[in-house]
């Protein structure tokens, strides 16, 4: 069974970074999809990027786009959410999925994370 686990988040000071991970364990990363959302209080889901291992296609959000960065490492089996020039509006409980169908920005996601909390200090 494939589980999704995302670690990284903490407190940073506006203008700061923080790396997010998403570790997959059970399954291949090379034949998923990941996907990163997000999700602030009294605010809808979001999604933040997404990237297809198998072929590199990647996606980002508008409102991430020149300082958000997703990457993949296949042989740790892990996809990396590095996050720079943080807002705070960035602030928000962050989580992973993956799934085998569809690519980026179309993934079907079956499988999700539980969530790491980024918070962004003004």
């Known amino acids: 069974e494939v589980q999704l686990q995302a670690s990284g988040g903490g407190l940073v000071q506006a203008g700061g970074s923080l790396r997010l991970s998403c570790a997959v364990s059970?399954?291949?990363?090379?034949?998923?999809?990941i996907g990163w959302f997000r999700q602030a209080p009294g605010k809808e889901r979001e999604a933040v990027s997404c990237?297809?291992?198998?072929?590199?296609?990647?996606d980002y959000t508008d409102s991430v786009k020149g300082r958000f960065t997703i990457s993949s490492d296949n042989a740790k089996n892990t996809v990396y959410l590095q996050m720079n020039s943080l807002k705070p509006e960035d602030t928000a409980v962050y989580y992973c999925?993956?799934?085998?169908?569809?690519?980026?920005?179309?993934?079907?996601?079956?499988?999700w994370g539980q969530g790491t909390q980024v918070t962004v200090s003004s």
């Open positions: 999925a993956a799934g085998r169908t569809g690519v980026c920005p179309g993934i079907w996601y079956d499988y």
């Open positions: 990237i297809s291992t198998s072929d590199g296609r990647i």
């Open positions: 059970g399954g291949s990363l090379g034949v998923y999809g």
